[in-house]
């Protein structure tokens, strides 16, 4: 069973070594290794039991060391670099030949980010090499928020999880890239996409796997919980649920429903706040799917801010 601590020093010589070590990044936390030693490169795929067309997120300490890995650098996107990271924003570079084409799925560009945490951030200025790292849990399943979620899943197959306590974010980067001069969203996430607009102009959103071969990873059922996940009108179904009497449990944005009992049902922000909603959605998604209902009924939240992005995970955790 993986040991979980705070000590940056073993969580280095494991890496070192060629080892996986889970890191905590402020959206999700990682299944990281050597990004530029395809053997652990090959290790992280089988660990999360993910198919190889999806490429990985090089995670580096700054926007310097980018240079490294990237043969140019679209003004554009140094702007979005030097704003926004440390942070939940992830870009697509032209790589160099010393990315493993294992971390790219042999595409042309690299999907790179300086994660905002300040353990991992000590971890990777530490290392001489930068580290490759999928959200820490198995290909599919809901991300991990806190070091508890990684041991549950991959606790037996990885040595260390460095413990940096719950995600602050709780969504996954955005993922942004240029075509021909347009700044193109791929992934909806925890940068949220007025505050990218407000420093290059609009953006166009390109986020569906169907017609988006070049973000594989975003298959439409993802993030998915093992039960049924209903999305809809939550007073209605609740009340068509009572009649037949289903057991279910609520995912609501705020509201509380006195019908059903406290266990049954999780608010993800009674005041109605977005980042809130954001940081609490992955483990409250979790806990359903560990109780006793046999559905999870939720609700769509505003499609403003980081709404559109929740929604976005909603929807996903919805299709099977
Ligand atoms: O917040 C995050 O981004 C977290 C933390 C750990 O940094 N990582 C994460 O990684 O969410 P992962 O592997 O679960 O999702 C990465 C997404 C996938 O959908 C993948 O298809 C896309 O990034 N991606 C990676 N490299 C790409 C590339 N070269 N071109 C297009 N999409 C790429
Ligand atoms: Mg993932």
Same mark, same amino acid.
């Given at each position: ?158 040595? $260390? ?24 969203? $791929? ?35 993802? $993030? ?97």
């Amino acid at each position: 069973m993986a040991e979980i601590g705070k000590d940056i020093e073993k969580a280095k010589l494991l890496l070192q070594e060629g080892k996986l070590v889970a890191i905590p990044t402020e959206t999700v936390y990682g299944l990281a290794g050597n990004a530029l030693d395809a053997e652990a490169v090959a290790m992280i795929f089988e660990t999360k039991n993910r198919p190889a067309f999806d490429p990985l997120i090089l995670h580096t300490s700054s926007i310097e060391r980018v240079e490294d890995f990237v043969s140019s650098f679209p003004e554009k996107l140094k702007v979005l670099a030097e704003n926004f990271w440390p942070g939940p924003l992830t870009l697509l570079l032209p790589r160099k030949p010393i990315v493993p084409d294992l971390v790219t799925s042999g595409l042309d560009r690299v999907a790179i980010r300086v994660p905002n945490h300040p353990l991992t951030l000590a971890l990777l200025e530490s290392l001489d090499f930068p580290l490759a790292a999928p959200s820490a849990n198995p290909f599919g399943y809901i991300s991990p928020t806190a070091p508890v979620h990684v041991a549950a899943q991959l606790g037996e197959k990885i040595p $260390y999880i460095l413990d940096g306590g719950a995600c602050e974010v709780g969504l996954e980067s955005t993922i942004v890239g240029i075509e021909e001069d347009e700044i193109v969203i $791929y992934r909806l996430g925890g940068l949220d996409i007025s505050e990218i607009e407000k420093l290059v102009g609009p953006v166009k959103i390109k986020d569906h796997s169907s017609s988006n071969p070049a973000a594989p990873g975003q298959l439409d059922s993802h $993030y998915a919980p093992r039960k049924p996940f209903v999305l809809g009108e939550l007073k209605e179904l609740v009340s068509e649920s009572l009649t037949k009497n289903v057991d279910f449990s609520v995912l609501s944005f705020s509201d509380f429903f006195p019908e059903i009992s406290a266990e049954s049902q999780i608010a993800l922000s009674p005041e109605g706040n977005l980042l809130e909603a954001a940081k609490n959605l992955f483990s409250a998604m979790r806990k359903l799917d560990e109780g006793k209902s046999t559905v999870i009924l939720a609700e769509l939240l505003p499609e403003e801010g980081l709404g559109r992005a929740i929604n976005d995970r909603l929807r996903r955790a919805a299709v099977k």
